[in-house]
Structures are given as C-alpha cells and as structure tokens.
C-alpha cells in the first residue's frame, strides 16, 4: 500500500532537513543523511523523489534511497553532474538543506508481492532500489524471492556493498554482482548487468522486473527478460530527465506525451518501448 503524500500548504513549500551525515562513495558520488528539524513525519513509496537544494544553490531532483519505515529520516545519494550536486556536495555536517516532495510514481510493490522479483541496478541506478530490500528486510515473506543484479563500471563505483552483502548473507536478497572494467584484484563477473541475466532460474510468469539505470542498459534489460518470456507488464523502468518543478508545469522532464516527474518516474515497459528506442527524444 502506497504510503500517504505529505500535507503541505503547496507544492512548492519544502520542509526543513539537516545534515546528520556526509559519506563520499567515490570521487563522485556522496551519500547525505538527513533528519528532520520539524520532526514531523516523512512518508514517501519506494521510487519516488525529492528536490533538494542547499541555501543559494537552486534545486535538484534525486531520489529517495532510505528505508520508508523511518520516518523521521532521509537518505539520498547523488553524483556530482552540475552546479546544484556540486552546492549540495559542499554541505558539510549540521547543515541546513530544503527538502520539497516527495513527487512523482513509485515502483509498483504490490503486483510483485508473493512473486520473484528483480532488481537490476546500473551504477547510480542502485539507490532508487534500496527501499525495496528495505522493505524485504522488515517484511521477510512479502517476496517469494528478491534477485539484485547489479552492476557499475569498475570496483569503486559500487556502491553499499557492505549492505548488500550484508543483506545477502541473512538471505534477504540473491546478489549477483559485475563490472565492466576489472581491475587486477577483481575475481567476480565481468560484462555488463545484462549479461547476469542469463543465469537466473524463473518463472517467467510468475517474476516482476524493477530496472534502474541508463536508458540504454534499461532497454536492453527489457528487452532481454522480454526473451525469457516475462510478461511487459511485469517490467517496469525508471526514466531520469531534467525535472525543475516536479509538478509536471514547467515541462523540462516532457518525454512525448508524458511529465516523467508526475506519470513516472516508473512507467510499465510497454507505455515508453519506442520511446526508448529514438534518439536524442
């Protein structure tokens, strides 16, 4: 079930957050930890995003990587792309950030309920996904299975592993782990995400696909589950684009006929298979 939208006088009111926590991830992803100054409840589905932004430093749409039971605290991790990711990077413990949201369409948790579902995470595309394991952590027979594919571009772009392996070592998630460029000290998978796929054992009508990452490795992972004979319907992908208002007014994140950040970000493959396939749309 869906968790209830904060109440707010408008849209555009953020609510005030400070800083608990910074964690660089690598040279250009860092983690923020926040908590929330009003102590008022924060109540978000997996998936969807917020817009954060530092005193002076505008405002950017990241997504929501904590587990949705806490309440009273946020995590979100961001890559430094721009001027906003590098304002919000110089926030440095005990200060201030505006947190407006959460906005847009989470993933559909409960069409996977009691199904195997699989989460495949390309590079920052992991951190939309952790509420779900989150969730499977505290609710362990929601899922007949929970499969993490996972992949980034070298060993020190992953990200959270300790936590993944954490969660699989208490069985809470299967994880298969890979990367594109090895370094000598690397002994697992080496390929993109994709080529995990083929080693999985499913049910195909019986399996729900959660896909987060680059369009084009979301296409491709669509397209190679498709083969193993899941339905359409059962894939979902999480589109990324340059959201400004978050209320679909402004008309940044327009993908044809659709505001990514009020109809998505998650949308059913089916709705956006062209639309993935047109370049520079």
Same mark, same amino acid.
């Given at each position: 079930?869906?968790?209830?939208?904060?109440?707010?006088?408008s849209?555009?009111?953020?609510?005030?957050f400070?800083?608990?926590?910074?964690?660089k991830?690598?040279?250009?992803?860092?983690?923020?930890?926040?908590?929330?100054?009003?102590?008022?409840?924060?109540y978000?589905s997996p998936?969807?995003?917020?817009?954060l932004?530092a005193?002076?430093?505008?405002?950017?749409?990241?997504?929501?990587?904590?587990?949705?039971?806490?309440?009273?605290?946020?995590?979100?991790?961001?890559?430094i792309?721009?001027?906003?990711?590098?304002?919000?990077?110089?926030?440095?413990q005990?200060?201030f950030?505006?947190v407006?949201?959460?906005?847009?369409?989470?993933?559909?948790?409960?069409?996977a309920?009691d199904?195997? =579902?699989?989460?495949? $995470?390309?590079?920052?595309?992991?951190?939309p996904?952790? +509420?779900i394991?989150? /969730?499977?952590?505290? #609710? !362990?027979?929601?899922?007949?299975?929970?499969? =993490?594919?996972?992949? $980034?571009?070298?060993?020190?772009?992953l990200?959270?592993? +300790?936590?993944?392996? /954490?969660?699989?070592? #208490? !069985?809470?998630?299967?994880?298969?782990?890979?990367?594109?460029?090895?370094?000598?000290?690397?002994?697992?998978?080496?390929?993109t995400?994709t080529?995990?796929?083929?080693?999985?054992?499913?049910?195909?009508?019986?399996?729900?696909v959660?896909?987060?990452?680059?369009?084009?490795?979301?296409?491709?992972?669509a397209?190679?589950?498709?083969?193993?004979?899941?339905?359409?319907?059962?894939?979902?992908?999480?589109?990324?684009r340059?959201?400004?208002?978050?209320i679909?007014?402004?008309?940044?994140?327009?993908?044809?006929?659709?505001?990514?950040?009020?109809?998505?970000p998650?949308?059913?493959?089916?709705?956006?298979?062209e639309?993935?396939?047109?370049?520079?749309?």
């Open positions: 079930m869906d968790h209830p939208l904060n109440p707010a006088p849209p555009f009111v953020p609510q005030l400070i800083v608990e926590e910074k964690k991830e690598s040279s250009s992803v860092f983690t923020l930890y926040l908590s929330s100054i009003e102590k008022k409840p924060f978000f998936g969807q995003f917020n817009m932004s005193i002076g430093g505008g405002e950017a749409a990241i997504s929501i990587a904590s587990d949705p039971t806490d309440t009273l605290h946020l995590i979100h991790t961001i890559r792309v721009g001027n906003v990711t590098q304002a919000l990077n110089r926030l440095q005990k200060d950030v505006f407006r949201g959460p906005y847009g369409k989470g993933w559909p948790i409960e069409q309920k199904k195997t =579902l699989v989460l495949v $995470a390309g590079g920052i595309g992991l951190p996904l952790l +509420p394991i989150h /969730k499977a952590n505290k #609710e !362990k027979e929601f899922f007949k299975k929970l499969i =993490l594919l996972y992949g $980034a571009r070298t060993k020190d772009d990200l959270f592993i +300790p936590f993944l392996e /954490k969660m699989a070592n #208490e !069985k809470i998630i299967d994880l298969h782990i890979t990367i594109d460029r090895p370094s000598r000290d690397w002994k697992g998978h080496v390929g995400v080529t995990l796929i083929s080693n999985l054992t499913i049910d195909p009508q019986q399996t729900v959660f896909c987060c990452g680059p369009e084009i490795m979301m296409r491709f992972t397209r190679e589950f498709e083969r193993r004979e899941v339905p359409k319907d059962n894939i979902f992908c999480s589109l990324e340059n959201m400004k208002c978050a679909g007014i402004c008309g940044h994140c327009q993908l044809w006929g659709y505001f990514l950040c009020k109809d998505g998650v949308f059913p493959y089916g709705r956006i298979q639309l993935l396939t047109i370049e520079e749309l």
